[in-house]
């Protein structure tokens, strides 16, 4: 069984920064991708950024420049620090990973969603 849980997120004011996590447990043997995506009210999920197990990260032209995805292999545990939040970035987030559990199956597994609001 893999699980990952979320926490971060909540209400900020435009301009302002948040940083979300995402903690990978069960039984993996290892991650590959990690990555975060949001779904505002009426639009479809989008992929906001993602990282490899090497560390090479791919961005949504809209959040460069303004958040970081990191992660931290030994934790297994995944980061989305976001500055200067915008209106716009309003949506629940998911964290993903694509991970390869100890009986040798790759699937690819979400997080419970976590609401980030950026007032104007």
């Known amino acids: 069984q893999v699980r990952l849980v979320q926490s971060g997120g909540g209400l900020v004011q435009a301009g302002g920064s948040l940083r979300l996590s995402c903690a990978v447990s069960g039984s993996i043997t290892s991650i590959n991708a990690m990555g975060w995506y949001r779904q505002a009210p009426g639009k479809q999920r989008e992929l906001v950024a993602d990282i490899t197990r090497g560390g090479m990260t791919n961005y949504l032209d809209s959040v460069k420049g303004r958040f970081t995805i990191s992660r931290d292999n030994a934790k297994n545990t995944v980061y989305l620090q976001m500055n200067s939040l915008k209106a716009e970035d309003t949506a629940v987030y998911y964290c993903?990973?694509?991970?390869?559990?100890?009986?040798?199956?790759?699937?690819?597994?979400w997080g419970q969603g976590t609401q980030v609001t950026v007032s104007s």
């Open positions: 993903n990973a694509d991970v390869i559990s100890y009986y040798g199956f790759d699937d690819e597994y």
